[in-house]
């Protein structure tokens, strides 16, 4: 089954705990992007990547950090993270950076 | 700067009648647009996409207008059901860019 797999679903973690956020698609898609959600202002990006080893800031990078060392894995990783990063987070895959398939999302609360 | 408005008020449509949603873009001209389903707690999902040559898509009960004069996307979804009820967002593209608007939740009563 094609699919977007996140990982944990749900976190709770504490300031400055280094984290990072699985995220595989078994799609063999080129174009991969991680998205937050919050209440109010919607989905907004964070980094995408459009092939291995390619990655770019999207429009709230701070206090994110994104690797690309394979096509089917795109990790998302919170160097320390911080109360106002607890958000929802989704990751998602395009086979040509258009229709865009979404993970289930990861709950991530920063005390 | 780029700008998407979708309804911010939750639309209430009796069941069997005909939702319409609406997705406005200011400062922007994008080439394509696309339609999401989101249910709560989960990712969106895509429904459909409309290019900025068409004026009309349609799959199924749903239904897609695309005005670039008026800078305007309209989502229609036909004989609307209780299963209908989530939020739907639009997500203009250009350049390699894609913005989502905030959504608009809604319920179909029965």
């Known amino acids: 089954e094609a699919q977007v797999t996140q990982n944990p679903r749900y976190l709770i973690t504490v300031t400055g705990k280094k984290l990072t956020v699985t995220c595989s698609q078994n799609?063999?898609?080129?174009?991969m992007s991680w998205y937050r959600q919050d209440p109010g202002l919607g989905l907004r990006q964070i980094y995408y990547?459009?092939?291995?080893?390619?990655?770019d800031k999207g429009d709230v990078p701070e206090g994110y950090k994104v690797s690309r060392k394979e096509k089917r894995n795109f990790p998302l990783i919170l160097e320390s993270p911080s109360p106002n990063q607890t958000s929802l987070y989704f990751c998602?895959?395009?086979?040509?950076?258009?229709?865009?398939?979404f993970g289930a999302g990861t709950r991530l609360s920063v005390l | 700067s780029q700008k998407i408005e979708q309804n911010s008020e939750a639309l209430n449509i009796q069941e069997g009648k005909t939702a319409t949603l609406t997705c406005n873009y200011t400062?922007?001209?994008?080439?394509?647009l696309q339609w999401y389903r989101q249910d709560p707690g989960r990712g969106p999902v895509f429904l459909l996409l409309?290019?900025?040559?068409?004026k009309e898509k349609r799959k199924e009960r749903l239904k897609v207008t695309f005005d670039t004069t008026l800078k305007q996307s309209l989502f229609h979804i036909t004989a609307s059901q209780p299963a209908d009820s989530a939020t739907y967002l639009c997500?203009?593209?250009?350049?390699?860019?894609?913005?989502f608007g905030k959504g608009t939740r809604l319920h179909i009563l029965p």
């Open positions: 998602a895959s395009s086979r040509d950076r258009n229709i865009q398939y």
């Open positions: 799609m063999n898609h080129e174009y």
């Open positions: 990547s459009m092939n291995v080893e390619v990655t």
């Open positions: 400062n922007y001209s994008p080439a394509y």
């Open positions: 409309i290019r900025e040559n068409e």
């Open positions: 997500a203009p593209w250009r350049d390699d860019k894609i913005i």
